[in-house]
């Protein structure tokens, strides 16, 4: 997403632009499978916030139909009852009252609303640029009790972050909550993979250079994995993780240890046998666990808010495991099946398991005292962009992606 809206920018103010992608498809982390039954299988179950800045900059949203899920969530709390809360950021007092909701005191949800206030003061960027510590310490300072933490701030924003420990910076956290205060979570019509579709769409044919693996790069030349040489007036790594360091061998990069390490999760996509009745109650609301050890972290019916994750008369479970587990494909997916008898009943048993996608390096960590962003200059005529030198979102991809665009055309 990085690369693709670097390359967009500049070919907006009429550079000449080439990207070269390792993989057989644009996106990176943001890519869809399409089974041949014709089930969408995003990688990882992911989310675009309408309100994302430079996603609103970038995106025709028009175009991509983006569906949205209910804002909310069902919880299946710690003891195995579930409570549905519908709108709990924008609706606090409604959501968390409706059907006497077993989460949080009366006070807690006061704290939601003020916390919607305080947030409402700043803008993205003002939020992102605060001080901050770890977001359980910061929910903990605010007053929440132990209760509304573990089973509403600790599922949700866990899931968010991929981190249930809530050791994310909270600059991140007011940040996330803000957006979803002020936008929906959508996904588009035919997958996430749409997203990235739709920025290199707009590039002229031939820009973008798939299944081509850059081996190493000095000063302005990138040398090919295949043994091709290039030569361009500037070169951006918009590569994840620590890809940078190794395509520059010898080379310190100016982030002094900043940058961490990787929350991991594991997708795991089940579906229902043609012409059973659908799990769901196709009311298009996540669902969490706020269970403290299972492995179920959330569960979402993609098809319910977006028809075409699946095909006529069956149904797609997205199931998120997130962190390390230690479980073989087998073992994590008979486990997921007990515990989620739990959740629907004996139709469980009847599911099909289709795929499952373990992601190792699905975020960056973003902790307390990160910068929110890195030097994206690394030397003359050498840049990065990408959520690895920023925060963990697709905001960042996408915005530091402009930001290097915009540095290279005031050169
Ligand atoms: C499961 C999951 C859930 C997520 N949920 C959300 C969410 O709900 N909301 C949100 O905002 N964000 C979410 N994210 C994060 C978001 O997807 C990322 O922040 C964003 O996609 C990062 O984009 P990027 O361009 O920085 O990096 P990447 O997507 O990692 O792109 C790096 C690219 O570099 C290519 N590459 C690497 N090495 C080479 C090489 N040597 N030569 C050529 N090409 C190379 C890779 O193939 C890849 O295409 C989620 C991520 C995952 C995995």
Redesign the pocket.
Same mark, same amino acid.
């Given at each position: 997403?990085?690369?693709?809206?670097c390359a967009t920018w500049l070919h907006r103010a009429g550079r000449q632009v080439l990207v070269?992608?390792?993989?057989d498809a644009?996106?990176?982390?943001?890519r869809t499978d399409l089974t041949p039954e014709g089930f969408r299988l995003?990688?990882?179950?992911?989310?675009?916030?309408t309100e994302?800045p430079e996603a609103r900059r970038i995106f025709d949203y028009g175009a991509l139909d983006l569906k949205a899920f209910k804002s909310g969530a069902v919880i299946r709390l710690a003891d195995g009852r579930e409570t549905t809360l519908q709108n709990p950021l924008q609706r606090p007092l409604a959501a968390f009252s409706a059907l006497a909701s077993p989460i949080g005191t009366l006070t807690d949800k006061l704290r939601i609303l003020s916390l919607v206030r305080h947030v409402a003061k700043y803008s993205p960027d003002e939020l992102l640029a605060r001080p901050a510590t770890d977001t359980l310490t910061f929910l903990r300072r605010y007053g929440w009790s132990e209760t509304m933490i573990d089973s509403f701030f600790r599922p949700f924003f866990g899931g968010?972050f991929?981190d249930r420990s809530l050791g994310t910076a909270s600059n991140f956290f007011e940040f996330v909550f803000q957006q979803f205060v002020r936008g929906a979570?959508v996904v588009p019509a035919r997958g996430?993979q749409q997203l990235?579709e739709q920025l290199a769409a707009r590039l002229p044919a031939g820009t973008v250079r798939l299944n081509?693996?850059?081996?190493r790069v000095e000063g302005q030349i990138v040398q !090919?994995?295949n043994g091709e040489t290039l030569t361009a007036a500037a070169v951006v790594l918009?590569?994840?993780?620590s890809?940078p360091a190794?395509?520059l061998p010898g080379r310190a990069l100016p982030e002094n240890g900043a940058i961490a390490g990787a929350r991991r999760?594991t997708?795991t996509y089940f579906a229902t046998p043609a012409g059973s009745p659908a799990p769901g109650h196709r009311n298009g609301l996540l669902r969490l666990n706020a269970h403290p050890t299972q492995l179920a972290h959330n569960v979402v019916f993609p098809a319910e808010v977006a028809p075409a994750y699946a095909p006529a008369g069956r149904q797609l479970i997205s199931v998120?495991t997130h962190g390390e587990h230690g479980l073989t494909e087998a073992d994590l997916t008979r486990r997921l099946r007990e515990e989620l008898l739990a959740w629907f009943g004996p139709q469980v048993l009847a599911w099909e398991h289709l795929r499952t996608?373990p992601?190792v390096?699905?975020?960056?960590e973003y902790a307390a005292g990160q910068p929110v962003q890195l030097p994206l200059r690394l030397a003359d005529n050498l840049y990065r962009?990408?959520?690895?030198?920023s925060y963990?979102? !697709?905001?960042?991809?996408?915005a530091?992606?402009r930001q290097v665009a915009e540095e290279l055309l005031n050169c």
């Open positions: 997403m990085a690369g693709l809206a070269l992608e390792a993989a644009v996106g990176g982390r943001v995003d990688r990882g179950f992911q989310v675009l916030l994302y968010v991929l979570a996430m990235p081509t693996r850059v081996a !090919l994995e918009a590569v994840d993780g890809v190794a395509l999760t997708c998120s996608y992601i390096n699905a975020l960056p962009c990408g959520d690895w030198s963990p979102s !697709l905001n960042a991809a996408l530091t992606g």
